[in-house]
């Protein structure tokens, strides 16, 4: 049987055995991966720093019906994101994206969008954007592309516009004051408006744009998404902990 070529962005890597390394990867023509490359972690490895977490890379394998990891082959480096792990805070976040995108998707999918999302992140915080912004499009695309994104822009009860604080339940979405239930998570007006700017806009254009008077609002969006996202995959993320931990960037 030949080898399987494909983009791929390594999602994670695990220590297998004495040499070999598990890698969770996600390529562009088959989803989200798990695959074995043998002696990996040797010194005189042929696969070198291609399998550093968040790599853009080509990747050739073989698959086999009655197992669940495939045999990773060969790889060949198309963009390393290497450098942008030196910067906690930008690792932390990349960790994020990682962790967010191994718990949405199933396993041999394709999601060519969230691909594209993925990558479209990663450069962003290589270019030193702003983490909040850049996780906030990457959290709320992310949630979108779930399916899972509430109406922005009037009350999922009574249909009246949300121009004040909204409420959120995964029972009634977004609603306005009039229909909040107590305990709902509450996103505010500017909060509301930033989430607006991000799904109608694109990540190049709001870091060129957007003053970084935006970023509480960006933050608040960020937290708003993963809320959801957590939601829906059930568990909390051990990366979005990290991050939290750092202190805040404005960059």
Same mark, same amino acid.
């Given at each position: 049987? !030949?080898? #399987? ?7 994670? =890597?695990? !220590? ?18 798990? =695959? ?6 040797? +010194? ?8 550093? +977490? ?28 290497? $450098?942008?792990?030196?910067?906690? #805070? *930008? ?7 990682? &962790? ?9 999918? !394709? /999601? ?13 915080? %290589?270019?030193? *954007?702003? #983490? ?26 009574? =249909?009246?516009?949300? $121009?004040? #604080? *909204? ?21 505010? /007006?500017? =909060? ?7 799904? *109608? ?9 957007? +003053?970084?008077? $935006?970023? !509480?609002?960006?933050?608040?969006? %960020? ?10 995959? &059930? ?5 979005? %902990?990290?991050?939290? /931990?750092?202190? &805040?960037?404005?960059?």
């Amino acid at each position: 049987m !030949p080898a #399987t070529e494909s983009e791929a962005i390594v999602l994670r =890597g695990f !220590p297998l055995g004495e040499g070999d390394l598990l890698v969770s990867f996600f390529s562009r023509t088959h989803g989200r991966m798990r =695959g074995v490359a043998a002696r990996a972690r040797r +010194p005189k490895s042929r696969f070198g720093s291609t399998l550093e +977490p968040l790599s853009y890379i080509r990747i050739w394998f073989f698959e086999r019906e009655t197992r669940d990891l495939v045999r990773i082959n060969q790889c060949e480096l198309i963009e390393s994101f290497l $450098n942008v792990q030196s910067d906690f #805070t *930008a690792a932390s976040a990349l960790a994020l994206t990682s &962790e967010v995108t191994e718990a949405v998707l199933a396993e041999k999918e !394709p /999601a060519d969008a969230n691909f594209r999302l993925l990558l479209l992140t990663a450069r962003a915080m %290589k270019s030193h *954007a702003r #983490t909040d912004l850049v996780l906030a499009y990457f959290s709320l695309w992310t949630v979108r592309l779930g399916g899972w994104l509430p109406q922005l822009e009037r009350c999922g009860q009574c =249909g009246a516009d949300l $121009n004040e #604080t *909204a409420y959120w339940s995964p029972a009634q979405g977004l609603v306005c004051g009039q229909c909040r239930i107590p305990g709902q998570r509450a996103i505010s /007006a500017g =909060g509301l408006r930033v989430a607006r700017g991000i799904a *109608a806009g694109r990540l190049e254009r709001l870091i060129a744009e957007w +003053p970084p008077s $935006n970023a !509480p609002m960006e933050k608040e969006v %960020k937290n708003f998404m993963l809320d959801i996202i957590e939601h829906h995959i &059930e568990k909390s993320l051990r990366s979005r %902990k990290m991050l939290d /931990a750092q202190p &805040e960037q404005h960059s």
